[in-house]
């Protein structure tokens, strides 16, 4: 292979871990191994500049930006750290500072939080902006969104400077993680891949009500600004710890390498005993004018470094892949190991998400294999050990299955999609099993009685075939079944019945649509009112619903066009199960807004979109989704779309702010919005 052949498939190698990593969310290779692929390009790049290419790996630091986000460009660039993995780099790295600066200087060290770098400006103690690191020059606005984590302050206190900015790193701790992590489990979606991956999504969620339910943390580490209190970056933390912030007590202040060493030995330890995820130590210069001296270069500054733990992997055998079929219809392939030691369990079992992942390890039966913790949490296998194939052989190689291993249907794939999935939506046993269990879960139906092994002897029995025959259940079909006496049958058929009164969003989220979950369903069950109205919905009714992509349209389309899923909602209709949103909970509240057509835009205090637009219809407006010369007047919020502004002021269209709307339509104004 020639050097340009070799960077070229290095290039095209990177982009698709990117590809996993950014998109997928499931990385297939550890960050080791990623930033040592990485390293070798760079390397290859430097030394041969006559395959320099614009678009390469290389050349950029990687985007969070996400869409439906506005973006800012940041005041001071938000550099990447440069990251080793060796003692042998730190000390690089020492012996580079003491030599440029040629006087004497403090390092001070810090854990590095494994999570989303944010910076925020606050302007005379209130803050003001946050926004993600983006690609460093720019990133998404998500002031709304951060104003929900507890930890970090919306108002300071002491003597802070009028203007300044913070970074620091919004983090999911690990019970959190581990929580989120069960519930996606129960209801068939991606697991997050590690507590990073997790917080990346949760900040770019379009409502903020979910993102505070999601509780997490953040912790600050740098502090700019013309007018910083202190000449130290260590003094300047600890300042800003007295004006409300979140600043880490496990820095330290090193005068020595062998203190920075004892530093990065014990963390190596203890760090499993932190609420929240690190993955390294972060070494920076203390002094700020040794900073400036020091400078950076495009990426990077060159007064601090991250040097990085390596996870804990361990080596061992692949015995066979099995595949598991949810209720959706997902495929999730699963390796089964010789049992392994791995950070304090036994590993046996293995999540090998779908058939590109099993395709990029050539994984064969028999392959020794590296398992990791992704997160240190979830197993997952990060390499094949191939040269242990010289001694053992190459086995059979892992070829993803064409048909299901339930029904023998013929497995498809959707476009776009990782995964594959079986069609066989009403005669594959899994899946009608599997919606059933969904549809009684608590959130749903929170039918008790109802369990996976009940569900399982009821299905077995011919007693249940859809979610629909749970009404036609008679006590004297249940008491003559094993483990059901009279007592339990009867609270079944009780709990049975007491479901009919559940609300239809509930309702809808029970259905089990695909990419319809509990937050999706009540925005549709408010949005169109009742069953019929949804089911007659065509897809550009659909997307005009706040948070209805082209995905979920496509999805609630497809399912009310199944004859049979239209025979199970007129069963349940012709039950009593709840079909409409109740009146009492949409009737008008008043006439104030009475022939005003209202377009809302930007984030809000007290509120979202969804409840702006109920107390809109409530008080006799019209909700309007673009601004025309018929608008009455635009119910404008922090980041309001600046196409809509611009159009707005051509009209001499009117805006009018949170607080003067609630007192137009007679609501009270909520106490606080503070933390």
Known sequence: MTVKEQIEALRREIEQHNYYYYVLSQPIISDYEYDMKMKQLQELEEKYPEYFDPLSPTQRVGSDIATGFEQAYHTYPMLS??????????????????????????????????????????????????????????????????????????????????KFEIRGEVLMPWAVFEALNKEREEQEEPLFANPRNAAAGTIKLQNSALVASRKLDAYFYYVLGE???????????????????????????????DEVWEFIHFWEKERKNLPVPIDGIVLKVNSLEQQRKLGTTAKSPRWAIAYKYQAEKALTKLLSVTYQVGRTGAVTPVAN???????????????????????????????????????????????????????????????????????????????????????NENGCPPQIKGKIEHFVSRKAMNIEGLGEETINLLYENGLLKNVADIYTLKISDLVTLERLGLKSASNLINSIEKSKKVPFERVLFALGIRFVGETVAKKLAYAFKSIEALQQAEYEDLIQVEEIGDKIAQSVRQYFSDPKNLEIINRLKAVGVQMAINEDASKRKGNELEGKSIVISGTFKYGDHEKYKN?????????????????????????MGPEKLKKAQTLGIKLMDEENFLSLINEEIPSSASE
């Open 615 to 639: 107390l809109i219809e409530a008080h006799g407006g019209k909700n309007v989704g673009s601004v025309s010369s018929k608008t009455s007047f635009i119910l404008a919020g922090e980041n």
């Open 227 to 257: 007018q910083l209190p202190f000449a130290t970056h260590y003094e300047n933390l600890q300042a800003a710890r007295t004006w409300g912030f979140k600043i880490s007590e496990n820095m330290k202040l090193c005068r020595t390498l």
């Open 337 to 423: 190991l010789e049992p392994v030691q791995l950070s304090g369990t036994t590993v046996k079992r293995a999540s090998l998400h779908n058939a590109d992942i099993i395709e990029s390890l050539d994984l064969h039966i028999g392959d020794m294999v590296y398992v990791e913790k992704g997160g240190e949490i979830i197993p997952k296998i990060t390499g094949v050990e191939k040269s242990a194939r010289l001694q053992n052989g190459k086995g059979e190689k892992v070829v993803f299955i064409k048909n299901c291993p339930e029904c023998n249907a013929p497995l498809i794939r959707y476009p776009g999609e990782a995964a594959h999935y079986c069609p």
């Open 81 to 162: 750290l440069g990251n080793t993995y060796t003692e042998g780099e730190v000390k690089d790295f020492y012996e580079r500072v003491r030599k440029a600066l040629n006087e004497p200087f403090e390092l001070v060290c810090e854990l590095k939080y494994d999570g989303v770098s944010i910076s925020i400006t606050y302007e005379n103690g209130e803050i003001q902006r946050a926004v993600t690191r983006g690609d460093g020059e720019k990133g998404d606005v998500v002031t709304a969104n951060i104003k929900t984590i507890r930890s970090i302050p919306l108002r300071l206190k002491g003597n802070y400077p009028d």
